[in-house]
């Protein structure tokens, strides 16, 4: 194979391993803080918002590709949207490409920041690799592994609201919870669709811990609880409530799943995926006419 062809392969399955349905659902909790907290459109926002829309996610996706390998090519979700299968020569290239990326944008917001922005974005790369990477594994350590998956998406948001200088006041971090708690139930639900294949390749999750139907009824629970956390934002913060209920209704029909039934919540999963994104303009769209009035 040329070079340049080749090396337009390897390029096209990082971006694949990134997950580029995913990259709006670091990005804009970033630049959404960031513009709220009283940031302005400034290279800082550029830059932050570049950082978490592609190498950050290269290095949460692809970091999973790598040391997920042989349980992913049991997974018949693997191979799409949901799941790069990397060809395992691009693993070593993966996790260089992640580093390269990712730390010009790491020095750069650590130097512009403050001490406190500093150890939220320590936090946040180090849930990335954690949840992956060996000897911590947290992906396999039930409820950890929810914990930090939220993690993942919450902290965009509290970097950008601690680099814009913002202010953690009291409706600041109901929104904040009820965002993590949102996290927390989209991660349990997304992992009882594996139960049997993570069951059968010895992989432990918050799912295999408590099975299907507990599984989903947590997720119920920890969506209801996000949509009254976010009530104590006061207006406009409280539209945010609105946020977790279409996700309830989503997951509802499967509070009664039998584990020997858990792939039928894959279906509920691909509506979520498709969730994040309507649920996402729809948000913005309400505090854009919000800031207005």
């Known amino acids: 194979m040329p070079v340049d062809v080749a090396r337009r392969s390897t390029v096209a399955e990082l971006v694949r391993a990134s997950r580029p349905l995913s990259w709006v659902n670091t990005a804009y909790p970033f630049a959404a803080a960031y513009l709220l907290a009283g940031g302005t459109v400034d290279p800082l926002l550029v830059v932050g918002t570049l950082y978490f829309l592609v190498p950050y996610n290269l290095a949460m996706y692809g970091i999973n590709d790598v040391f997920d390998h042989e349980s992913d090519l049991a997974n018949p979700r693997k191979g799409g949207v949901e799941g790069a299968l990397l060809d395992d020569r691009l693993h070593r290239t993966t996790l260089w490409a992640a580093l390269a990326l990712n730390l010009p944008f790491v020095v750069v917001l650590l130097a512009a920041g403050t001490w406190l922005s500093g150890a939220v974005l320590a936090v946040s790369v180090a849930a990335v690799v954690t949840y992956s990477a060996p000897p911590a594994r947290l992906k396999e350590r039930p409820v950890l592994d929810s914990l930090t998956s939220s ?22 971090l109901a929104v904040l919870a009820a965002y993590f708690l949102w996290g927390c139930a989209s991660h349990a639900f997304g992992a009882v669709q594996d139960i049997r294949a993570d069951r059968a390749a010895g992989i432990g999750s918050v799912a295999t811990r408590f099975g299907a139907a507990w599984t989903v009824r947590l997720s119920i629970g920890c969506y209801a609880a996000a949509a009254l956390l976010a009530l104590l934002a006061g207006w406009p913060g409280a539209l945010a409530a609105l946020v977790p209920l279409p996700y309830l ?13 858990c792939e039928e919540a894959h279906a509920g999963w691909r509506r979520f995926l498709w969730l994040n994104l309507v649920m996402g303009f729809l948000v913005t769209q309400a505090f854009i006419v919000a800031s207005l009035v």
């Open 151 to 172: 993690t993942h998406f919450v902290s965009p948001a509290v970097f950008g609201v601690a680099l814009a200088g913002g202010a953690f006041t009291g409706p600041v």
């Open 249 to 261: 209704v989503s997951v509802w029909p499967y509070r009664d799943l039998d584990d020997a039934r």
